[in-house]
């Protein structure tokens, strides 16, 4: 591993790879945290996401302290909820956060639900959320349409 420290920022390299890129800080004893790169270890100890460093200060959409507050209510917790966070390494703060509120609309709350909907909007599709992971919501009942209903619509125009 090499650290390469320039005027501006400090430079984190494993062989080829760069592994982190921050912004210098001069102060004396100074810290500076990207949030997301202190993500993955959270998964691995969710009794952290309060304490954390990093994550002080992180300035997120109100969305999402509503979203962990469901999480947690509905014993899912904190776990799930950095796993949500984790989806901001890879997409855009706004389209999670669109995707985020879009499950909090449809009550579907749980991770599974937001990567859905975050890749329906990517990939431009309707998500397909799998409902057996709710089974307090209700089931749907959908009815098959036989040609002979639209009958009654043909009726209007020819009267």
Avoid at 62 to 72: K, S
Avoid at 111 to 120: C, N, P, Q, R, S
Wanted: with cysteine; net charge positive; aromatic share 8%.
């Amino acid at each position: 591993m090499l650290v390469k420290a320039f005027v501006d920022e400090v430079v984190i390299v494993a062989g080829t790879a760069e592994i982190a890129r921050h912004e210098r800080c001069y102060e004396r004893g100074g810290f500076v945290f990207d949030p997301m790169h202190y993500l993955a270890l959270l998964e691995r100890k969710p009794g952290a996401l309060d304490q954390a460093a990093p994550l002080q200060g992180w300035q997120l959409p109100e969305q999402f302290t509503h979203l962990r507050r469901l999480l947690e209510e509905a014993n899912r917790g904190k776990r799930e909820f950095i796993q949500v966070l984790r989806l901001l390494a890879v997409f855009p703060l706004q389209l999670v956060g669109a995707a985020v509120l879009d499950a909090i609309r449809l009550r579907a709350i749980s991770f599974d639900a937001v990567k859905e909907l975050v890749l329906g909007r990517v990939e431009k599709r309707c998500p397909r959320l799998d409902l057996t992971a709710y089974p307090h919501l209700p089931r749907p009942a959908v009815k098959t349409t036989a040609a002979g209903d639209y009958a009654v619509l043909m009726a209007d125009v020819a009267a």
